[in-house]
Structure formats: structure tokens, C-alpha cells
């Protein structure tokens, strides 16, 4: 074995329990099981989990630095708040980064749309069977094939950073069952201008698609604000 292999220690069993403990809560938060806001108990996610205290302790900790839990000294954790400026942050990087996404992908000769025209049947479907969890899924395969299709490596490793924060926008964008329809009807919109062949047209359309979201969700995060007490 290399002097480097020898050099490295076996990992202990509970050190690795808040890496899981970790994500365990991350998939809840980025499910919407565990909404904004609502209260992290440690005790009770220890129990639930399997687990002593600790490892949920360094667990919260990570997902702060991760900007998912708010944490303050003496304080439960919560779920962090999708804030108005973050929503506006995300859909304005999307606007721009899925418009040109979409406009080189049209730009591609004969590009096989099979992938995504499935995605849509499948989002479909799970709107009917008002299905979120499936739809959240959906979502995020949709455009994480478009921009594979980009074939840009750069730009999917950044993406990648931020589907944390996309994932839990999606879940509030989807928690409205009106908009879940219009989703999948723009998301066809999108590959039908690929199809198409005209970079402009699909530029115009996959940009109108995230601009589109991020009104309703200011819009909802703003109903929110004023229903709260004063």
C-alpha cells in the first residue's frame, strides 16, 4: 500500500453519524416537510433519528453554514426563511443562465428532445396524482437536462452549488397547487422553441419561465408578510 494510503485512519462509525444525521434534515428541508420557520427540537430529531444529541448538534451546525437553519445561543434551531431577496437572487441568476441555456441547446442540430418530452409526460402525470414530492423531482430533472444538454461542464458545477437553495424555491413555487399546471405548460412551452430551432425564441421562453416564477413567489411571500400579526 502507499505511504499516503497508510497515512490515512479508519473512519469511527460516529463520526460519520452528522454527516448522515445532515442529511437526513436536508432532504426534509428541501422536501418542504420541514417548512421555514418551523422549529428544529433536538431531542426530538435524535430520537426519530436513532441517534444521541450530539451528532444532530454538529449536524444543525453544518446546515447553518449551509444557510439552511438559523441557530442562535439558546434558541431552538428553525428552518432558515426563504427571504424576498433570496427569491429575487436566484430567479435573476435562473432568467439569465436558463435563457442562454436554452437558446445553445436549440442551436444543437437534430438534439434528441426524448428526455424531456418524457419529463413533461411524468410532470403531468404527477400533477394529477398531486403528487409534490414527485413533482419537486421532476422539476429539478428538467432543467438539470437542459443544462447538461448545454454541455457546458463549468456551468453545470455551478449550478450544482446552488440547488439547495433552487430546490427549497421550487418546493414553495410548487406548494401552490394552482401554479403546478401553468409549470409543466411552460416547461412543453421551453421545448417546443428548442424544437424549433430559433435560439431567440427559446432564449425568450425559458427566460419568461423562471421571470414568471419568481413574481408569484414575491407575490406569495409578500401575502405571507401582511397575514402575519403585528
Known amino acids: 500500500m502507499h505511504d499516503g494510503a497508510n497515512a490515512m485512519k479508519p473512519i469511527a462509525l460516529k463520526s460519520v453519524m452528522p454527516v448522515r ?6 432532504g426534509a428541508i428541501l422536501s418542504g416537510a420541514l417548512l421555514p420557520g418551523a422549529r428544529i427540537k433536538q431531542e426530538e430529531l435524535a430520537a426519530r433519528l436513532g441517534v444521541s444529541r450530539e451528532p444532530v448538534r454538529q449536524a444543525l451546525l453544518l446546515l447553518q453554514r449551509e444557510g439552511l437553519v438559523s441557530t442562535e445561543p439558546g434558541r431552538t434551531a428553525t428552518v432558515a426563511h426563504l427571504d424576498r431577496r433570496l427569491i429575487a437572487d436566484v430567479y435573476e441568476f435562473r432568467e439569465v443562465i436558463d435563457g442562454l441555456v436554452a437558446a445553445k441547446v436549440a442551436k444543437r442540430p437534430a438534439f434528441d428532445l426524448t428526455d424531456l418530452d418524457e419529463i413533461v409526460a411524468r410532470g403531468r402525470e404527477a400533477v394529477g396524482a398531486k403528487n409534490l414530492r414527485r413533482l419537486i423531482d421532476l422539476d429539478i430533472a428538467f432543467h438539470t437536462g437542459l443544462y447538461e444538454a448545454a454541455d457546458n461542464r463549468v456551468l453545470i458545477d455551478v449550478m450544482r452549488d446552488q440547488w439547495n437553495h433552487i430546490r427549497r424555491v ?53 401575502s405571507h408578510d401582511a397575514s402575519l400579526p403585528r
Open 170 to 222: 421550487v418546493a414553495m413555487v410548487l406548494i401552490d397547487t394552482s401554479y403546478r399546471e401553468r409549470v409543466w405548460d411552460e416547461h412543453a412551452a421551453i421545448v417546443e422553441a428548442i424544437r424549433s430551432g430559433k435560439p431567440a425564441r427559446a432564449r425568450a421562453t425559458a427566460a419568461h419561465h423562471a421571470r414568471a416564477a419568481k413574481l408569484m413567489l414575491l407575490g406569495s411571500v409578500a
Open 21 to 26: 444525521a445532515a442529511e437526513e434534515i436536508r
